[in-house]
């Protein structure tokens, strides 16, 4: 039942704020311009200098996305790939030339429904031909479209299975999993970590990066380790050490994962996966330590403000000046460091919510649709958009990939969660379907998307 102010009330206020957003963007936009290329001067400068390491000068600067579907859309030879063919020449007309893809799925069906099913690795070192054939099918589709891909090669979440599964594999126990009644942070917390000090389980993951990066397509022979498509290998999504004991456990990982795939392939890119600092105990010097191992070629930074608790309620609220300051601050910080390092710096995923109607009761269905319908506004979104960009060039930042594209109109169900059987979309199963995702019909989105992907392409700032 609503509550609040009247229709004509929300509606001119509605309009005002619009007024005033539509001005903010379009000033944050031709600010852009002069900090792209101031910026980008000094980046160059750096890069012909030699104060970057070796193999980071091979990062080409990107603007990109998190495709994190895409494999195994292509699993349906057919209407999936049909659907994936349509949404990459979709991408690549609006500007978006990098996609970040999962390619690992651990675990069978265990009666937990949210995550990634089938998936690539149902048992250890059992691998899905079928699941891996949607992937030599996406990579060759990607190629077509001159588009490159980061590879994420395992997950600190459940949602695919990830680090949780190999330590179930291991350890056979009740996982304290999200979304059970045996759901518990601090448990959660140690059944993870325990993955970086679990011989057997970390054996089973480095099986597994051997045998991706030596995969041969089936379409063209082509190693994975030589394929011109693959931009860079990713350890795993936003690894943490999850327990302070975990640290050092945590930095040899790093380190004999990164050999270990320039052992194999040192034609490709390497890159931890890390959010920054606040996946590693808010301590930047971590950060910091673990970007100089060898062969780590570049740094990534993720920027969650809801989900971090920089502001609370709607989507507007990002702007407040504590949340601006959060979020211009955690840019600037890991800038400054990547720069000392000499490394480059990827924001490789942002995301926010739609304009939800906060008049609405939280408990009723129409604040479930407004949060997450194809119908509600999406002003906030397109400013904050818009504030990360424009931080992001003015700091240096080299690649952006926001969290994500959606392709299909909606995802909406009783629950708003995934189901089995149900198309994926830029939502993981985790997560209320149509929470971040961003749809083809999004039209001021991708406007603001389509500016900012063209300030990438200023001559001025490409390498």
């Given at each position: 039942m609503k509550k609040g102010i009247s229709k004509s009330q929300m509606?001119?206020?509605?309009?005002?704020?619009?007024?005033?957003?539509?001005?903010?963007?379009?000033?944050?936009?031709?600010f852009s311009v002069c900090a792209t290329n101031s910026t980008s001067s000094e980046i160059k400068a750096q890069f012909i200098s030699g104060k970057v390491s070796p193999t980071a000068k091979k990062f080409h600067p990107y603007f990109g996305v998190n495709y994190w579907y895409g494999g195994f859309a292509c699993v349906d030879s057919v209407k999936g790939l049909k659907r994936v063919q349509r949404e990459l020449d979709f991408l690549r007309k609006n500007g978006i030339n990098t996609l970040r893809v999962m390619i690992s799925a651990e675990g069978g069906n265990e009666n937990y429904p949210y995550k990634i099913n089938p998936s690539i690795q149902p048992t250890p070192m059992k691998y899905s031909e079928e699941i891996l054939r949607g992937f030599d099918r996406f990579l060759f589709e990607v190629e077509k479209r001159k588009m490159k891909i980061v590879f994420v090669l395992s997950n600190n979440w459940e949602w695919s299975g990830g680090f949780g599964q190999y330590v179930q594999w291991s350890h056979p126990q009740i996982s304290p999993l999200p979304k059970t009644p045996q759901w518990n942070w601090d448990k959660y917390c140690e059944f993870v970590g325990f993955f970086y000090s679990d011989s057997v389980a970390l054996n089973w993951y480095w099986e597994y990066v051997k045998f991706i990066i030596n995969r041969r397509s089936y379409i063209d022979g082509i190693r994975y380790a030589d394929h011109s498509t693959v931009f860079s290998w990713q350890l795993a999504n936003e690894p943490r050490p999850m327990k302070p004991e975990q640290g050092e456990n945590y930095?040899?990982?790093?380190?004999?994962?990164?050999?270990?795939?320039?052992?194999?392939?040192?034609?490709?890119?390497?890159?931890i996966g890390v959010e920054g600092k606040i996946g590693l105990m808010n301590n930047l010097d971590f950060f910091e330590r673990i970007h100089r191992l060898p062969h780590i070629d570049y740094a990534t930074i993720h920027i969650w403000p809801k989900t971090w608790n920089w502001y609370q309620g709607p989507s507007s609220e990002v702007f407040s000046s504590d949340c601006i300051d959060q979020i211009s601050n955690y840019i600037t910080e890991h800038a400054e460091t990547c720069k000392k390092i000499g490394i480059p710096l990827v924001i490789e995923e942002f995301g926010l919510e739609r304009d939800a109607d906060y008049s609405y009761n939280s408990e009723t269905i129409e604040f479930q649709q407004s949060r997450f319908s194809t119908k509600s506004k999406t002003v906030w979104r397109d400013g904050f958009y818009a504030l990360v960009y424009t931080l992001g060039m003015e700091n240096g930042v080299t690649g952006y990939n926001f969290w994500g594209y959606a392709g299909l109109k909606e995802n909406v169900n009783s629950t708003y969660f995934m189901k089995l059987g149900m198309p994926y979309s830029a939502d993981p199963p985790q997560e209320e379907q149509g929470l971040y995702s961003v749809f083809k019909t999004d039209k001021s989105t991708w406007k603001v998307i389509r500016r900012f992907s063209q300030k990438m392409k200023n001559k001025n700032y490409i390498l």
């Amino acid at each position: 039942m609503k509550k609040g102010i009247s229709k004509s009330q929300m509606a001119v206020c509605s309009k005002k704020l619009k007024l005033c957003f539509l001005f903010l963007i379009n000033s944050w936009i031709s600010f852009s311009v002069c900090a792209t290329n101031s910026t980008s001067s000094e980046i160059k400068a750096q890069f012909i200098s030699g104060k970057v390491s070796p193999t980071a000068k091979k990062f080409h600067p990107y603007f990109g996305v998190n495709y994190w579907y895409g494999g195994f859309a292509c699993v349906d030879s057919v209407k999936g790939l049909k659907r994936v063919q349509r949404e990459l020449d979709f991408l690549r007309k609006n500007g978006i030339n990098t996609l970040r893809v999962m390619i690992s799925a651990e675990g069978g069906n265990e009666n937990y429904p949210y995550k990634i099913n089938p998936s690539i690795q149902p048992t250890p070192m059992k691998y899905s031909e079928e699941i891996l054939r949607g992937f030599d099918r996406f990579l060759f589709e990607v190629e077509k479209r001159k588009m490159k891909i980061v590879f994420v090669l395992s997950n600190n979440w459940e949602w695919s299975g990830g680090f949780g599964q190999y330590v179930q594999w291991s350890h056979p126990q009740i996982s304290p999993l999200p979304k059970t009644p045996q759901w518990n942070w601090d448990k959660y917390c140690e059944f993870v970590g325990f993955f970086y000090s679990d011989s057997v389980a970390l054996n089973w993951y480095w099986e597994y990066v051997k045998f991706i990066i030596n995969r041969r397509s089936y379409i063209d022979g082509i190693r994975y380790a030589d394929h011109s498509t693959v931009f860079s290998w990713q350890l795993a999504n936003e690894p943490r050490p999850m327990k302070p004991e975990q640290g050092e456990n945590y930095v040899e990982w790093i380190r004999k994962s990164a050999e270990l795939i320039h052992s194999i392939d040192t034609n490709h890119l390497i890159s931890i996966g890390v959010e920054g600092k606040i996946g590693l105990m808010n301590n930047l010097d971590f950060f910091e330590r673990i970007h100089r191992l060898p062969h780590i070629d570049y740094a990534t930074i993720h920027i969650w403000p809801k989900t971090w608790n920089w502001y609370q309620g709607p989507s507007s609220e990002v702007f407040s000046s504590d949340c601006i300051d959060q979020i211009s601050n955690y840019i600037t910080e890991h800038a400054e460091t990547c720069k000392k390092i000499g490394i480059p710096l990827v924001i490789e995923e942002f995301g926010l919510e739609r304009d939800a109607d906060y008049s609405y009761n939280s408990e009723t269905i129409e604040f479930q649709q407004s949060r997450f319908s194809t119908k509600s506004k999406t002003v906030w979104r397109d400013g904050f958009y818009a504030l990360v960009y424009t931080l992001g060039m003015e700091n240096g930042v080299t690649g952006y990939n926001f969290w994500g594209y959606a392709g299909l109109k909606e995802n909406v169900n009783s629950t708003y969660f995934m189901k089995l059987g149900m198309p994926y979309s830029a939502d993981p199963p985790q997560e209320e379907q149509g929470l971040y995702s961003v749809f083809k019909t999004d039209k001021s989105t991708w406007k603001v998307i389509r500016r900012f992907s063209q300030k990438m392409k200023n001559k001025n700032y490409i390498l």
